[in-house]
């Protein structure tokens, strides 16, 4: 559990951390059990992904995902007030069309949704947007190999820097946004030595999503790593629970109890005052012990 006074992680303590050798430990969240889950479990920062596009709304891919449907959930998240950093996943379109796009856009995150930094994904294509959103005071992460707002281009969820020319070419995405100023980079679906590699040769930390042990860090998509889905999961997921079965058992218990008459028992329900039921029994003509299987309106 964290310590209630641990301070507010920000970029520069993650920096600190790499420049520590110590793992950084980041999750996804979409709202605010979540949020307070990561944050009373000590995870450093909380990335509001567009994965919720997929494990909350139920879309087939990332793409359809808006600037409003981020902002509803960021808001959600950012007041559970998390010590973690809390970083907002700029949706498809949101900073592909104009750097002017990508500022305002970027600025509704922490203005609207609470957040401390925002992520995109792309490596030189994106370094314009990249390089306006630092300009206008906002933080930002990276994110290179598998970025799924890309799949259509990509031919869908494949991993990525598997050649050495495509691996040569995400390490000079990696560099070049490092030069531009992020302070992170997310490297999702690489094989663990190209990540290792690029992790060796950036200052500013990693988090590896199916990217090996040799990232600064990791992030897990909440709903994977808590089994709160039963849909197939990427290989690199590890289950630490199975929340949709326990989700499940807890249901059928209510729903057997409430069948049996079971619940609600005496300690769910509110008294009234003997004298009151008394008057009101007079009023309405209800007879001594009258239940309700007796068919009363009551
Ligand atoms: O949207 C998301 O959850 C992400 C993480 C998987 C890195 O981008």
């Keep these: 559990m964290a310590s209630v006074s641990a301070p507010r992680t920000t970029p520069q303590s993650l920096l600190e951390k790499k420049q520590r050798g110590e793992p950084i430990a980041v999750v996804t969240a979409y709202d605010l059990p979540s949020a307070l889950a990561a944050d009373r479990a000590g995870l450093d920062a909380v990335l509001v992904g567009d994965s919720l596009g997929m494990v909350v709304l139920g879309y087939g891919d990332t793409l359809r995902v808006t600037m409003e449907e981020m902002l509803h ?34 600025g509704r995150f922490l203005a609207e949704g609470g957040m401390d930094a925002v992520k995109l994904e792309g490596g030189r294509e994106r370094v314009a947007a990249v390089r306006a959103i630092l300009d206008a005071g906002i933080p930002v992460m990276g994110h290179l190999g598998l970025t799924p707002q890309s799949i259509r281009a990509l031919g869908g969820f494949r991993p990525q820097g598997v050649t050495a020319a495509s691996a040569l070419r995400l390490l000079e995405d990696a560099l070049a946004l490092e030069e531009t100023g992020v302070f992170s980079i997310v490297l999702e679906a690489v094989p663990e030595r190209v990540a290792a590699l690029v992790t060796s040769r950036l200052r500013v930390p990693t988090i590896g999503i199916g990217a090996g042990a040799s990232c600064d860090g990791q992030v897990l998509v ?7 889905q039963d849909s197939l999961s990427p290989r690199f997921v590890k289950r630490y629970a199975n929340l949709l079965g326990e989700a499940e058992r807890g249901l059928a218990a209510y729903k057997d109890d409430v069948a049996a008459r079971r619940f609600p028992g005496p300690e769910h329900t509110y008294p009234m005052p003997d004298d009151e039921w008394e008057k009101l029994r007079s009023e309405v003509g209800v007879e001594s012990g009258e239940r309700r299987e007796e068919k009363t309106r009551w």
């Design 222 to 228: 909440f709903h994977d790593l808590l089994g709160f």
């Design 73 to 106: 959930h960021c808001r959600a998240v950012s007041r559970a007030r998390t010590r973690a950093l809390r970083i907002g996943d700029m949706p498809f379109l949101s900073y592909q069309a104009s750097t002017a796009d990508a500022v305002r856009n970027a």
